[in-house]
């Protein structure tokens, strides 16, 4: 179990250099790097549903909980703390370069690249979790209760809490 957390602690630094347009999009980069070394995929989806349904931010619970699964306690801590050192650094150095030269037309150019970047990273991890949570075959009723969420949230704008409420409850019953 200790020899995991070294491991751990590069995993997910690697990640946090890594993991532009915040934590959601890194969740992908999560799973490579975890699943099978430490978690099977449906353990690491489990974890995507769970981490969702509690405050706070999503890389950082989900690297922790995988950490914990890994290494106990000492594996939560290397893999938090290998998650945020890279991102606090980088972010507090460029702040000042970015405030200076934000209207640079290669910084621009740079920073929406990187937003392109981050809905790949999301839409990769969104298809990825789909799968695992509704198995090989993609089931009419898996999309409709997707969809019908999307759409509260989306449209309707429901409070995201309400929908994992809701879908909680729903869930239980319907999928």
């Known amino acids: 179990m200790t020899s995991a957390v070294p491991k751990l602690f590069w995993s997910c630094f690697k990640i946090g250099l890594v ?19 430490w978690l099977t995929r449906q353990d690491f989806g489990e974890l995507v549903g769970i981490n969702f349904a509690f405050p706070g931010v999503s890389i950082v619970k989900l690297a922790g909980m995988v ?16 998650l945020v050192t890279p991102g606090l650094v980088l972010t507090i150095s460029a702040y000042g370069v970015l ?14 690249a990187m937003q392109y970047a981050a809905v790949a990273l999301l839409i990769s991890s969104a298809i990825n979790i789909f799968q695992t949570t509704s198995g090989v075959k993609i089931q009419w009723i ?19 809490v309400l929908v994992m409420v809701a879908a909680v409850v729903t869930g239980v019953w319907l999928v």
């Open 19 to 37: 993991a532009f347009g915040g934590g959601n999009t890194a969740i992908r980069l999560l799973e490579a790097e975890a699943v099978p070394q």
């Open 99 to 112: 405030l200076r030269y934000r209207d640079h037309p290669l910084v621009q150019r740079g920073l929406l």
């Open 142 to 160: 898996t999309i409709a209760f997707t969809a019908a969420l999307f759409a509260a949230v989306q449209f309707l704008k429901v409070s995201p």
């Open 67 to 82: 950490g914990l699964k890994a290494a106990g306690g000492w594996g939560l801590l290397a893999a938090v703390v290998g």
